[in-house]
């Protein structure tokens, strides 16, 4: 009993240090795999959170990309001489022909414009067609005149100018209209003044503006071909933005037929300026064959006229062009402007 006693109480001792033991070494492992699986799982989030920041980084770049606006593969300038020029054509004046068959052979305009499809046109063009009851003879020409300027590879706008009311025709004034109001669309580079009963024959007849004024009508069906009279200036006339401009358009004041050409011819003659023409065999017109329209007639006035153009050419033209736009319509073939552009003065 006295010999058990201290041993036991050694052995009592021993068990305690040996579990104290355990204890500690249990709570070290413990502390060691919760330590190492935090850290993991921790690792592992991270890793999913950058995985996920990532995705949605190329989902964003790719939405912005899609977003920005593609800019559209530039276009060579279209060649000087146009591919798709055929010559000398047979023209047709078919009676049966209808506004929907012009607009249907004319798909490819859009709000009455053209631009060739795989090239940039070397300039922008403005047809002016002054009109008062000749629908005829501008559906002729509509007819003809749109693929003419397409195989040239023009950049182009038809503006159909419509005088109101049955007061006396100004031709002269409906085109210094016509190219205010197209100047409001954009700054077209030429401008063609251009009668409705003239369908041009040939389309080596290039319709663009020269470094001089360009009269387009050397001949017509209805003259043999030849030139009217020299310095005829009349029917089909090309002349750029800025040189309209110097010469300060057209004068106002012809009401009725003839002489308003023969005034922009002095104006451009005053300015040093000097009229060029197209060959001969190229520039040559068909002529719609037509009575004198009513309200048209002869202007016996047009000689005085032109003897004052020197003095008064400064003040009367696009600076003193009064008119009041009655409507504009953008059909599939032109740009039907019309007008009131008043009366003569008594």
């Not at 953008?330 to 009366?343: C, H, M, Q």
């Amino acid at each position: 009993m006295g010999l058990c006693s201290p041993v036991c109480k050694a052995l009592r001792r021993g068990k305690y240090v040996v579990l104290l033991l355990l204890s500690v070494s249990v709570l070290v492992w413990v502390a060691t795999f919760s330590s190492e699986t935090v850290k993991a799982v921790i690792g592992a989030t991270r890793q999913t959170l950058g995985k996920a920041e990532s995705l949605r980084d190329k989902v964003e770049s790719l939405t912005e990309a899609a977003a920005l606006p593609r800019s559209p593969t530039p276009k060579a300038q279209c060649p000087q001489k146009s591919p798709l020029l055929q010559g000398g054509i047979k023209l047709t004046f078919e009676s049966s022909l209808t506004l929907k068959d012009v607009e249907s052979e004319n798909s490819k305009l859009m709000d009455s414009e053209y631009e060739p499809a795989d090239c940039t046109a070397r300039q922008s063009v403005a047809i002016l067609i002054p009109h008062r009851h000749r629908e005829r003879h501008l559906l002729y020409l509509l007819h003809h005149l749109h693929p003419f300027l397409q195989r040239q590879q023009l950049h182009y706008a038809i503006y159909v100018i419509q005088q109101a009311g049955d007061v006396t025709f100004n031709r002269a004034k409906l085109l210094n209209v016509g190219y205010l109001e197209a100047l409001k669309d954009r700054s077209w580079d030429c401008f063609i003044f251009h009668d409705v009963d003239l369908v041009p024959e040939n389309d080596h007849n290039l319709y663009l503006c020269d470094k001089q004024p360009k009269h387009l009508v050397v001949g017509r069906n209805a003259t043999g071909y030849k030139l009217r009279y020299k310095g005829y200036f009349g029917g089909v006339t090309a002349m750029t933005r800025e040189q309209f401009h110097q010469v300060n358009g057209f004068s106002n004041t012809y009401w009725g037929w003839g002489g308003e050409d023969d005034d922009l011819r002095i104006r451009v003659e005053l300015q040093k300026m000097r009229i060029v023409r197209p060959p001969a065999e190229v520039a040559r017109y068909t002529m719609v064959f037509h009575k004198r329209d009513s309200g048209n007639e002869i202007n016996k006035d047009r000689m005085r006229l032109l003897g004052r153009t020197p003095r008064v050419w400064k003040k009367d033209g696009l600076n003193s062009c009064s008119y009041k736009t009655l409507s504009v319509e953008r059909l599939p073939l032109y740009v039907n402007v019309t007008v009131d552009i008043g009366k003569p003065q008594s």
